[in-house]
């Protein structure tokens, strides 16, 4: 897609929402759906990893990302791609894969590991205690929330994951404990976050 014809799409529209490696039904019906992939929810089929370039600088509101991030060849590079699309105070939301996934292995097309703090180096804020190297990119994310969650495709596990989901989510605090003590115990499924973008 040319980026004239991305931009006359999102011209009359009140807000643009993007989701990016949609499943085989968007999350939100009136999001944008991009992928390579040919599906019912694909809107435009694009390479993601030669980035968004025909969307233009500050013209995106929101862009959701759920399990594709991890299929990025270039994640610094395709995370620079999200920013600079987004308009300022414009949102990221999306979930990732634990590393401590059990099934994260098993799929040969996941490129990156993704724990607590993948995303520090991506932000101005410091959500969690310990400091991330702030020189690796340009990319000034505020981290507006990150949550820790927990499934299982057998019933009865489910329940007890849940339980945990609540427990290793009462604060940020409880998050670190477990990502630093019970991982390995307990494996999580994913880690769901909202980061804002902020120019200031």
């Known amino acids: 897609m040319s980026l004239e014809k991305f931009a006359k799409l999102i011209a009359y529209r009140e807000k643009v929402v993007i ?16 992928d390579q992939y040919q599906k019912s929810s694909v809107d435009y089929i694009a390479d993601l990893n030669q980035g968004l370039k025909f969307i233009t600088d500050n013209s995106v509101d929101e862009i959701h990302a759920y399990h594709v991030l991890e299929h990025i060849e270039n994640l610094e590079f395709f995370i620079g791609e999200i920013y600079r699309v987004l308009k300022k105070e414009g949102r990221l939301i999306g979930s990732v894969p634990h590393f401590s996934n059990p099934y994260f292995y098993s799929d040969y097309t996941h ?31 505020y981290v507006e929330k990150i949550e820790i969650v927990f499934a299982s495709p057998f019933r009865y596990r489910n329940l007890i994951k849940k339980l945990l989901q609540k427990i290793f989510n009462l604060n940020t605090y ?22 804002r973008k902020n120019d200031e």
């Open 174 to 195: 409880m998050q670190e404990f477990y990502e630093e003590n019970f991982i390995y115990l307990f494996p999580c499924y994913e880690i769901f976050f909202v980061l």
């Open 19 to 34: 989701e990016i490696g949609p499943g085989e039904e968007k999350c939100s019906p009136d999001a944008i759906g991009i």
């Open 111 to 141: 490129h990156s590991f993704w724990g607590l703090y993948t995303l520090s180096y991506f932000s101005k804020n410091k959500f969690f205690v310990r400091e991330v190297p702030q020189y690796y990119n340009k990319v000034t994310f």
